[in-house]
């Protein structure tokens, strides 16, 4: 413990310190995940990239994990959250969702409609052109990404035609390239025309294959407990931002049948930074 005469000597470098403190207090906190990748657009709102899925990381079996989420606006503000659904356990959006939907009335399955769960997926990849920003070339990402793209995935894994061959493009050795292809369509993001290369290597260099593999990321670790808020948060949040809306938690099992909608892989995290600064 310093004495009464060190701290009075060192008084002015305590200012010091103190007046970095202050500085860092004004500076805007980075909501960016650093890990994550993202395909950046050009001025027309298109997008292009390649890169490359990849293998489950160690000690973990499925190279992909699913997560919920709700993103939607009331009259409290924006409710952006993870859904416990994800977990398998009961969520207060999801239940309200049902109520709402099973009173009959079209308006409310219009609401229900509007804070249906959306669905993301993440796996780790690897980055081997991305001409906007070059500096994440031969790097490894996860990769947050919605439905079409997990179509994408699971069509070249299960092909339509009997002349079409089984593909698994998180192989690293007979997997493909993933070429992402976004264009904006009536104002949404659209990945239609993203497409698989033919079956290649990542790399010729087995030991470089090697050091890929144990950059991955934990997947298992994004849809830990502890990045899901209880069903009490949860709960009052919603009721924050639903009041005065006339609607209330149900207590039925959500029966509204969910879809994924690419526009919210690109926005959720801006409506993030609104949630969190209420």
């Not at 292809?181 to 993203?194: A, C, I, L, T, W």
């Not at 260099?205 to 950059?215: A, S």
Request: with cysteine.
């Amino acid at each position: 413990m310093a004495s009464f005469k060190e701290m009075k000597k060192n008084r002015m470098a305590n200012l010091e310190s103190l007046s970095k403190q202050v500085e860092k207090l004004a500076e805007k906190p980075s909501y960016e995940d650093e890990r994550i990748w993202k395909l950046e657009r050009d001025k027309t709102g298109n997008g292009y990239a390649v890169i490359r899925f990849l293998p489950a990381a160690k000690d973990e079996d499925v190279p992909w994990v699913r997560i919920w989420t709700h993103g939607f606006k009331g009259p409290g503000g924006w409710y952006i959250e993870n859904s416990l659904t994800t977990l398998g356990k009961d969520d207060p959006v999801s239940k309200a969702n049902t109520a709402l939907w099973n009173s009959g009335i079209d308006s409310d399955k219009n609401i229900a409609r509007e804070r249906r769960r959306k669905l993301n997926y993440y796996s780790n990849i690897y980055v081997v052109e991305d001409a906007a920003n070059p500096q994440n070339e031969g790097k490894v990402f996860l990769f947050r990404y919605g439905k079409k793209i997990f179509e994408k995935i699971t069509g070249v894994m299960n092909p339509e035609f009997k002349d079409e061959t089984p593909l698994n493009p998180f192989d690293l050795w007979e997997g493909a390239n993933f070429k992402i292809k976004m264009r904006q369509v009536d104002g949404f993001p659209n990945y239609d025309k993203s497409e698989f290369t033919e079956s290649c290597p990542l790399v010729g260099d087995e030991k470089k294959l090697e050091e890929v593999w144990n950059q991955q990321y934990s997947l298992t670790e994004i849809i830990e407990e502890k990045n899901f808020k209880n069903y009490a948060e949860l709960e009052a949040r919603f009721n924050t931002v639903i009041a005065n809306s006339g609607t209330e938690v149900g207590t039925i099992e959500e029966s509204v049948e969910e879809e994924s909608n690419e526009k919210t892989d690109d926005t959720l995290d801006y409506f993030k930074k609104l949630a969190e600064q209420d």
